[in-house]
C-alpha cells in the first residue's frame, strides 16, 4: 500500500501523522528555500553585484554608479538576494549598506565560495571592479553624495 503525501493511514496514531507532516513540511520549506537561493543566483545583474559585494560592504550609490543601473534596479536586485540569504542590510544615516552575510547558511555559503573563485574571471566582473574603484576614488571623503563622473 502506497503512502499518500502527508502519510495518513486509517489506523495510523496521531503522533506518527504529525511527525510524518512536519517531515514534509519541512521538506517543502526546505526545496522553496534552495529554488529560493538558486533563482537569485540566476540573474546577470544579482551576479554582478555580488562580485562587488565580494570586496567589503557597499553603499546602493556605489553600486548603482558602478554598474550605471537605476536606483530602483539595484534596490529590487538587493532585496531579492537579502530575501535569499545571501545579503545583510543596514541603514547608515539615510544611506542603506550591503554587505554578504557573514554565517550564511551551508547551501549559501558553498554557492558563494564557488562563486567567489569563478566570477572573477570574467571579463564584466573585472570590468565592474575597475569601474568601482574608480567610482570610489572619486567619491572619496564626501560620503555619499554622487560623485561628478567624468
Request: with cysteine.
Amino acid at each position: 500500500m502506497r503512502a499518500p503525501l502527508f502519510g495518513f493511514f486509517f489506523g495510523e496514531r496521531y503522533g506518527a501523522f504529525l511527525l510524518t507532516i512536519s517531515a514534509y513540511t519541512d521538506m517543502l520549506i526546505r526545496m522553496e528555500y534552495t529554488t529560493q537561493v538558486f533563482k537569485a543566483l540566476g540573474d546577470i545583474t544579482r551576479l554582478r553585484i555580488l562580485a562587488l559585494l565580494f570586496s567589503g560592504e557597499l553603499c546602493v550609490c556605489d553600486i548603482t554608479e558602478t554598474l550605471n543601473l537605476p536606483q530602483s534596479t539595484v534596490s529590487r536586485h538587493l532585496s531579492y538576494l537579502r530575501n535569499a540569504g545571501l545579503v545583510k542590510s543596514c541603514r547608515k544615516q539615510k544611506w542603506m549598506h550591503y554587505r554578504l552575510l557573514s554565517n550564511p547558511e551551508l547551501l549559501v555559503r558553498g554557492a558563494v565560495e564557488l562563486l567567489k573563485q569563478q566570477l572573477p574571471v570574467l571579463a564584466t566582473i573585472q570590468e565592474d571592479k575597475v569601474n568601482l574603484k574608480t567610482y570610489l576614488e572619486e567619491k572619496g571623503e564626501h560620503g555619499c553624495q554622487k560623485a561628478s563622473r567624468k
